[in-house]
């Protein structure tokens, strides 16, 4: 298996294939993979001639030092899953002084307003951060196909916009949340949570599949009301927010119109932060 820390070493590696048309699948990660990131590493192995992945915990995206130190980094373990999926997929391992050339701060981005709505509200500076790694991380590995999870739904959303913006040639595909037979959706920062913590968290799924069964017959209002009952309910919780929101804008509804909708959740345990989204109708 092929490990690069060095961006000039992978675009050499990835030039051949460059020039016979291959084409790349990308999967960036921060690393302490899970069987979430390995789905999305499996279908880039079934689309694409080649698949990249890259591991690095981007520092210009955590607005909390402690989350950024808690953020586990398992590069060993990691390398050993990835290999269980197919030892010819390239890993990118980058250091910080070699992504960032000493110089660590995030570019400015307009994403239209996606931005400024729910993780963008509540954790300031997040998308920037997430918008110059990706647009790095393109550039390096200039991918046909790159996958990203929908547990990141706003995420999501953001890169397809960079894309657009920017007029990158990329395909950005979205994949569905794997989860825990528990239904708690599947996170790198669940390494922090107990095992207990793990079964209580299960909660949260549970919470928001029964808010997508009343959004079938009750109001936008109705439905927040419930899930903020519901989680006043569990002092164990800490409620940072719940939206509900039409996929295409992400700005908070208040009445249903003829559009998709998605509840979106960010909740603390133990100190954890634990987000989720579910498709509303
Ligand atoms: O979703 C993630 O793991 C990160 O936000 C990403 C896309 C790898 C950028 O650092």
């Known amino acids: 298996m092929l490990i690069f820390n060095n961006k000039a070493d992978l675009i050499a590696q990835l030039s051949a294939h460059l020039s016979s048309k291959s084409s790349i699948g990308f999967v960036p990660t921060m690393g302490a993979l899970h069987k979430g990131h390995l789905s999305l590493l499996e279908k880039s192995v079934q689309e694409n001639d080649i698949t990249v992945i890259s591991i690095f915990v981007n520092p210009t995206q955590f607005n909390n030092p402690e989350d950024l130190t808690k953020y586990p980094r398992t590069l060993d373990a990691d390398v050993e899953k990835i290999k269980t999926v197919s030892d010819k997929i390239l890993v990118f391992a980058p250091s910080v002084n070699e992504m960032y050339d000493g110089n660590t701060v995030s570019g400015h981005f307009s994403f239209d307003g996606l931005e400024h709505q729910m993780e ?15 647009k ?6 200039t ?40 239904g708690l959706a599947m996170s790198s920062r669940n390494e922090r949570l107990s095992e207990e913590d793990k079964d209580k968290a ?19 209002e109705n439905v927040k009301k419930y899930v903020y ?23 908070p509804a208040n009445t ?17 932060r634990l ?4 498709s509303l109708n």
Not at 149 to 167: A, H, R, S
Not at 232 to 241: I, K, T, V
Not at 256 to 272: D, M, T
């Open 256 to 272: 249903k119109e003829n559009k998709k909708y998605r509840g979106f959740i960010a909740v603390f345990l133990s100190n954890v």
């Open 202 to 220: 299960a909660v949260v799924y549970k919470i928001l599949s029964r808010a997508r069964e009343l959004f079938a017959t009750e109001s936008v």
């Open 143 to 182: 991918p046909t196909n790159a996958y990203f999870g929908e547990k990141d739904f706003q995420q999501l959303q953001i890169v397809k916009k960079l894309v657009e913006k920017t007029g990158m040639d990329i395909n950005i595909i979205g994949c569905p949340i794997s989860r825990e037979t528990s």
């Open 120 to 134: 963008g509200n509540h954790r300031p500076g997040h998308f920037d951060g997430v918008g110059t790694i990706v």
């Open 275 to 278: 987000i989720d989204n579910i």
């Open 136 to 141: 790095k991380l393109f550039e390096i590995v």
């Open 229 to 251: 009952d519901a989680f006043e309910a569990l002092p164990e919780f800490s409620m940072d927010y719940f939206e509900i929101t039409a996929e295409d804008d992400l700005v």
